[in-house]
C-alpha cells in the first residue's frame, strides 16, 4: 500500500470529535422502526408469514445501511417511512386472532428446588431457557450495525460525526464496541441461572474450561496483528495501541468474570458492575492513569499498548453489567437470580422458596417495569455524571459505561415491547394432578399467535455472529486493499456497502441451519 494513502487514511479516520447521544440514538431507532415494520407484516399478512431472503434484506438491512450513510444526518424521516405502513398494518387483525383452542401441553410439574435439599450439588438435568426473540433481535442488529459500519466508514458516504472519536465525544463506532461486550455479558448469565450453583463451583476447572473457550479469540487477535503489520493496512494507533486490538480485550472478559465468581454470589450484579466502574474512573481522574493514557510516549510493549490496557477494567465493568441484564431478561422473571443468590447465601436452607423453574413462563409485564426503571436510572446518571465528565472510549470512564448500559437497557426494552405489541403471548389455566389443593396455575398457550422466534435473517445472523464477524472483517480488509475507499463516488461505494451487505447476510443465511463455531 502506498504510504501517502497509508497516512492520509490513518488522517481520515483520526481526530474525530463525534456526535450527540440524541444524533445516535435516532440513527439505532431506525432499527427498532424496521423490526417493527418487518413484525407488522409477518403478523398482518399470510403471504408474509414466512419471508423470502431478499424480502429481510429490504426490510431489515437495507434501512441501516442507508441510516448510518445517506439519511445518516436526518434519520428521522427514514424512521417514519418505515413506521408509517406499520401504522396502517396495525389496522389490519392479527393472522391468526381467534379464539384460543384448549392447550393439550404437557402437565409435567415443573422442576423444583427442595427446601432442604444441598443445592451446590450439581443436578442431574440441565433446565432450558426459553426463547426470547426480543434478545435475538437486539443481538443480531447490534452485530449488524457492527458489521456495516466498520466498512461504511472508510467511505466519504459515512460521515465522520459517526466515526470513532479520537479521546472524548460519543459516535455510532464507539457504541457499536461497548455494545459488543455488553452482549457478551448478557449471554454469560445462561449458564449461572441454569445453574447458579456454577458460582460456587471450584475455580480452577472453570478457568481452564474459559482457557479452552476463548484460545480461539486469542488466536485471532494475534493474527490480526501480524495481518495488520504485514499487509501495512491503515490503523488508528489510539483506538487500543500498537499491537492489541478488541478480540483480545473480548477474549479477557470471560476470564474475569470467572474470578469474580465468589463475590457475585454475595453482591448485587448491577452494583457490582457501577463500583467496578467507579473504580476504572478513580484509576483515571485520582491515579494518573488518565494523564499516563494521553501524555506518555510509546516507549516499551505496555506503554505502546496503553488504551488497550487501560481501558479494560472500563469494559469489564460494561460486560458485568450485561451479565446482570441478562439474570433479568432471562430467567422467567427478573427476580428469579436475586432468590437463586439468596438460596447459595444460605446455603439451601431458606424454606420460603420451594420452587424455582428456569424454564417457566416468563413474566413479561415485570420485566418491562425493572428494564424501565433500569433504564431511567442509567440515563439520569450518565446526565448527572456528564455534567463534569465527558464520555471517552478511548479511556472506557465511567460517562462511556454509563452510556452504553443506558443505550442497550433501553433498546432492549423496545424490541421487547415490540416482540410483546405484534406477538402477544396468551395464557392458558392448566391443572396441576400433583396438586392436591386442585388450584390451577398459568402456562402459555402453544396456540398463541407468538411466533417464538425473531426475524429469521436476524436469528441467522446471531447463530453465527463470531464467524460473520470475522468474515466482515476479511471482506473489509481486501475491499480496502485493492479499492481507494477514501476517494470512491457517494454512488458507487453505496454500491459496494450494498454488495458487502448481501454477502454477508447471504452467508448467514445459507448456514442458518447450523451453528459453525461452537463458543
Same mark, same amino acid.
Given at each position: ?7 492520509? +487514511? ?16 435516532? #440513527? ?33 438491512? /437495507?434501512?441501516?445501511? /442507508?441510516?448510518?450513510?445517506? @439519511? ?53 438435568? &440441565? ?40 479521546? %472524548? ?16 455479558? #448478557?449471554? $454469560? ?13 471450584? /475455580?480452577?476447572?472453570?478457568?481452564? +474450561? ?29 483506538? @487500543? ?23 457475585i454470589v454475595h453482591v448485587p450484579i448491577p452494583l457490582l458492575g457501577l463500583w467496578i466502574g467507579v473504580l476504572q474512573q478513580f484509576a483515571l481522574s485520582s491515579g494518573g492513569l ?24 472500563? %469494559?469489564?465493568?460494561?460486560? #458485568? ?18 432468590? &437463586? ?8 436452607? *431458606? &424454606?420460603?422458596?420451594?420452587?424455582? *423453574?428456569?424454564?417457566?413462563?416468563? &413474566? ?47 433498546? #432492549? ?20 394432578? $400433583? ?46 486493499? @485493492? ?21 454477508? $447476510? ?14
Open positions: 500500500m502506498d504510504d501517502d494513502y497509508k497516512t492520509s +487514511k490513518e488522517a481520515f479516520v483520526s481526530g474525530m470529535t463525534g456526535s450527540t447521544v440524541l444524533h445516535i440514538n435516532t #440513527i439505532c431507532a431506525v432499527a427498532l422502526a424496521s423490526v417493527a415494520l418487518h413484525s407488522a407484516l409477518r403478523s398482518r399478512l399470510v403471504a408474509l408469514k414466512s419471508m423470502p431472503f431478499l424480502v429481510e434484506c429490504l426490510v431489515l438491512i /437495507l434501512p441501516l445501511l /442507508l441510516s448510518m450513510t445517506i @439519511y445518516a444526518e436526518a434519520p428521522g424521516p427514514l424512521a417514519v417511512l418505515l413506521l408509517a405502513p406499520t401504522a396502517v398494518l396495525l389496522l389490519v387483525p392479527p393472522i391468526d386472532s381467534g379464539t384460543p383452542l384448549p392447550s393439550k401441553t404437557s402437565e409435567t410439574k415443573p422442576e423444583s428446588v427442595a427446601p432442604n435439599s444441598n443445592f451446590n450439588s450439581q443436578p442431574t438435568t &440441565q433446565p432450558s431457557l426459553r426463547p426470547l426473540p426480543a434478545l435475538t433481535t437486539y443481538r443480531a442488529h447490534m452485530m449488524l450495525m457492527t458489521m456495516l459500519s466498520i466498512l461504511a466508514v472508510d467511505f466519504p458516504v459515512f460521515p465522520r460525526s459517526l466515526a470513532k472519536c479520537e479521546t %472524548y465525544g460519543v459516535s455510532l463506532m464507539d457504541l457499536g464496541v461497548g455494545s459488543f461486550v455488553f452482549s457478551q455479558g #448478557i449471554v $454469560s448469565a445462561i449458564p449461572l441461572i441454569k445453574d447458579p450453583s456454577h458460582l460456587n463451583a471450584p /475455580l480452577k476447572p472453570k478457568l481452564f +474450561k474459559i482457557i479452552k473457550k476463548i484460545a480461539p479469540v486469542i488466536l485471532l487477535g494475534i493474527v490480526r496483528v501480524f495481518l495488520v503489520k504485514g499487509t501495512e493496512y491503515p490503523e488508528h494507533v489510539t483506538e @487500543y495501541g500498537v499491537h492489541w486490538n478488541f478480540f483480545l480485550t473480548l477474549a479477557i472478559m470471560p476470564l474475569a468474570e470467572v474470578a469474580l465468581h465468589p463475590v488518565k494523564d499516563f493514557l494521553l501524555d506518555a510516549p510509546r516507549s516499551n510493549i505496555i506503554y505502546a499498548n496503553k488504551e488497550g490496557l487501560i481501558s479494560l477494567l472500563g %469494559y469489564f465493568s460494561i460486560h #458485568i453489567m450485561g451479565l446482570a441484564l441478562g439474570t433479568i431478561v432471562l430467567p422467567p422473571s427478573p427476580s428469579f437470580f436475586r432468590k &437463586q443468590q439468596s438460596i447459595l447465601v444460605d446455603g439451601g436452607k *431458606d &424454606q420460603r422458596i420451594a420452587k424455582l *423453574d428456569p424454564s417457566a413462563p416468563r &413474566q413479561n409485564s415485570k420485566t418491562i417495569i425493572e428494564l424501565f426503571s433500569y433504564s431511567i436510572v442509567w440515563w439520569a446518571l450518565l446526565a448527572f455524571v456528564r455534567l463534569g465528565l465527558d464520555v471517552s472510549r478511548r479511556m472506557a470512564n465511567i460517562s462511556y459505561i454509563l452510556w452504553i448500559v443506558a443505550f442497550n437497557t433501553s433498546f #432492549i426494552l423496545g424490541y421487547y415491547l415490540l416482540d410483546m405489541l405484534f406477538f402477544p403471548t396468551r395464557l392458558s389455566k392448566l391443572k396441576d394432578p $400433583s396438586d392436591p389443593s386442585g388450584k390451577r396455575i398459568l402456562q402459555e398457550d402453544p396456540t398463541s399467535s407468538h411466533a417464538k422466534s425473531a426475524p429469521a435473517l436476524l436469528e441467522a445472523m446471531n447463530k453465527n455472529s463470531l464467524v460473520l464477524f470475522l468474515l466482515a472483517n476479511v471482506a473489509t480488509g481486501i475491499i480496502n486493499l @485493492y479499492t481507494p475507499t477514501m476517494y470512491t463516488p457517494n454512488g458507487k461505494a453505496m454500491l459496494i456497502l450494498g454488495g458487502y451487505a448481501f454477502g454477508v $447476510s447471504a452467508f448467514a443465511w445459507l448456514f442458518r441451519g447450523r451453528r459453525i463455531w461452537k463458543m
